[in-house]
């Protein structure tokens, strides 16, 4: 099982971080392997909702599907993979500090079959983008 960890502490209040994590056509915008997303069940986003995600990952384009199992604005978002080349959750916690947010990512992802071979090198794969991910998305909120 892969486990990445990453925070960043960002100049924004946490009701504006959750508000711009919680809109699906954002994500492009900050997670650069995301071609696109969008919600594929009826709005607005809640636990429960359903989501369609198209990445770019190791030189191919993939597709996940996700279910949203949290969602306490402005603390608390949750997601798990129901479809995709491996199983993955993803939960964003945040904590408010007067007018800064620390968002704490943190993503488990089991890879199966011959993927497991490769579990290190797609471990530093998701931990760097999701570092980088975090810093474009602090650029951006803090603009």
Known sequence: MITVVETVQIAHPAE??????AEPTNRPRWDETVVSEEL??????RAGSTLR????????????HWRVTAYEPPRLMSFVSTEGPLETS?????????QTTLLTATIEAT?????RLFEPVIG???????????ERMKALLEA
């Open 53 to 64: 995600s198209q990445l770019r990952a190791m030189g191919r384009e993939v597709e996940f």
């Open 111 to 115: 890879p199966s079959g011959m993927m």
């Open 124 to 134: 530093e794969g998701v931990r760097n983008n999701l570092a980088t991910g975090l």
């Open 90 to 98: 993803l939960v964003l916690q945040l904590a408010a500090s007067e």
């Open 40 to 45: 594929t069940s009826d709005p607005p986003l």
């Open 16 to 21: 504006g971080v959750f508000a711009f994590i």
